[in-house]
């Protein structure tokens, strides 16, 4: 047994530079392995350690959810830093147990090696910190400014802590094994561990964002001039049986097959943009509201496991559907008008109000949860913008019908009278386009969990025979080629894409309550 004075020997040298008052010291110079103390011990230090890291850990989670739903309430903030902390803190723990006993079993490994030490301990630094990154990738939106210089800042802060904590673990170990402070613990460790957290984060987090700041460089197309002027209406829960009774209304009608998808924003998405949910990235989402709370998370990581798997097991909050704010793909008629094509867009999914578009929030807002005033309200600007820009193109989405057939309770009579009424506003809007001058195309889906197939009717032939040839149906009428990541239309004359849209401000705003009330009073939100 040693001799208690190399040991007080050994506490006074570790007094000396700080290391005495963190206790972690004295986990590894206990009893043997069969020890119920030393078991005890190392319970409690890895415990004290873990408590650290949790709160270090927690701080940059926190603060990037702060920066990204901004504003939160004081008990939202405490959900989110517990909840993290929560999670770090078992993780941690079982992290810090593993190295002491990898270590206990492995002596050789902390030699009385400068490099060996400082090794293990960046590289255990290095992976705590690597699931923030990770983290913090799989946000749709890239950060603000702001927010990435207090992300950077706290992870920074974080792997210094982390590589802190379990560099004292290995301190506690080599005096043990050693009866002498190591080397390594006699010299100053702030400038390579400060060295070692700024090449971290570089390369965990600069190639990441650097890639998403690149400006999207346009593709050269070629294109056919044309003088035709198109105006697409598209309508939800409208199916080939459904249309059949208003033959009358467009001369060229056929059945089609609708596009598959998990929600309707994906699937019109995907006939709008002509791509598929990986490209166009318009999806189902969810956000997170905590238990008591009358406020909804929205800005939350596609790889958030706390707050969208282990938050809700354990009931302190509950998911929620969110309607879509981030599309990675231009529809087409945004193709057209970055190419000096009028055009304007009215009430489709993912798109906030701009020059040339008039997003959904002002119109179901609006409406107060009237799926007939939706209608009415999206024909109306319609017509209005197409008097007043004359485009080339022009698009309008109705979801009145699937509404009333699919969304909300309505008794059996209710439900046919509001359908008829519905069809009515589609013959309005198909009657005033032409009147305009305006070769018209009508495309319906049936709505979630509705039989029948799709439909597509319009002024003029189209060799469209599934949804998926819409879009560059329409892109070949107006004179532009398909891109190949369209899987429908002729296969001949094909650009190979046309690349990611820019983003804006709005890809990142939150959802407006009221608008957000409306859609939950027209089934959009269950």
Same mark, same amino acid.
């Given at each position: 047994m040693r001799r208690v004075s190399d040991v007080d020997s050994l506490r006074a040298q570790l007094r000396e530079r700080g290391y005495l008052t963190h206790g972690i010291e004295r986990w590894f110079a206990l009893d043997p392995w069969s020890s119920r103390a030393f078991w005890l011990e190392l319970i409690t230090v890895a415990l004290k350690a873990a408590t650290l890291i949790a709160a270090f850990g927690a701080l940059p989670l926190a603060a990037v959810m702060a920066f990204r739903n901004y504003p939160l309430h004081a008990f939202e903030t405490l959900g989110l830093f517990v909840s993290y902390a929560a999670v770090w803190l078992v993780a941690a723990f079982a992290f810090v147990v593993a190295v002491a006993l990898i270590l206990k079993l492995r002596p050789a490994i902390p030699i009385d090696t400068?490099?060996? $030490?400082?090794? =293990?301990?960046?590289? &255990? #630094?290095?992976?705590?910190?690597?699931?923030?990154?990770?983290?913090?990738?799989r946000f749709d939106a890239a950060p603000t400014l702001p927010?990435?210089?207090?992300?950077?800042?706290?992870?920074a802060i974080f792997f210094l802590a982390a590589t802190t904590v379990v560099s004292a673990a290995l301190l506690s170990f080599s005096i043990y094994e050693l009866q002498r402070v190591p080397a390594i613990h006699q010299k100053p460790r702030g400038v390579p561990m400060a060295?070692?957290?700024?090449?971290?984060i570089a390369l965990l987090f600069a190639p990441a964002y650097a890639d998403r700041e690149r400006t999207p460089i346009a593709p050269m197309v070629v294109t056919t001039p044309t003088t035709t002027r198109v105006a697409l209406i598209a309508v939800d829960g409208l199916t080939n049986e459904i249309?059949?009774?208003?033959?009358?209304?467009?001369?060229? $009608?056929?059945? =089609?097959?609708?596009? &598959? #998808?998990s929600s309707t924003t994906e699937r019109w998405a995907s006939l709008g943009t002509g791509v598929h949910t990986e490209h166009h990235g318009v999806r189902a989402i969810e956000g997170v509201r905590f238990r008591g709370s009358a406020h909804v998370l929205q800005r939350i990581s596609r790889g958030d496991f706390v707050l969208m798997t282990l938050a809700p097991l354990a009931r302190v909050a509950r998911r929620e559907p969110l309607p879509p704010t981030v599309r990675r793909r231009d529809y087409v008629w945004e193709i057209f008008a970055e190419r000096g094509v009028t055009s304007i867009s009215v009430n489709w999914w993912a798109t906030a109000d701009a020059a040339n578009a008039i997003g959904p929030e002002s119109i179901f807002t609006s409406a107060q949860g009237d799926p007939l005033r939706v209608d009415a309200i999206a024909t109306a600007r319609f017509i209005e913008s197409i008097d007043q820009r004359k485009p080339r193109f022009a698009t309008v989405y109705l979801p009145a019908l699937d509404v009333i057939l699919n969304r909300i309770e309505l008794d059996p009579a209710a439900k046919v009278a509001s359908s008829l009424r519905a069809l009515d506003g589609i013959t309005i809007a198909v009657t005033l386009a032409r009147a305009r001058g305006y070769e018209v195309v009508v495309a319906g889906m049936p709505g979630e969990g509705q039989r029948g197939a799709g439909v597509i009717a319009s002024t003029m032939p189209l060799r469209a025979r599934t949804a998926w040839d819409i879009a560059p149906a329409i892109l070949t009428i107006l004179g532009f080629p398909a891109s190949s990541e369209m899987p429908g239309g002729e296969p001949q004359s094909r650009i190979a894409t046309y690349g990611p849209r820019e983003t804006d401000a709005a890809a990142s705003a939150s959802v407006n309550e009221e608008y957000y009330e409306n859609l939950k009073s027209l089934g959009y939100i269950r």
């Open positions: 400068p490099r060996a $030490l400082l090794a =293990i301990s960046l590289a &255990a #630094g290095a992976l705590l910190t690597a699931p923030i990154a990770i983290w913090w990738y927010e990435l210089l207090a992300g950077v800042a706290l992870c060295i070692a957290a700024a090449v971290l249309l059949q009774s208003r033959r009358d209304l467009l001369p060229h $009608l056929a059945p =089609i097959q609708p596009i &598959a #998808g």
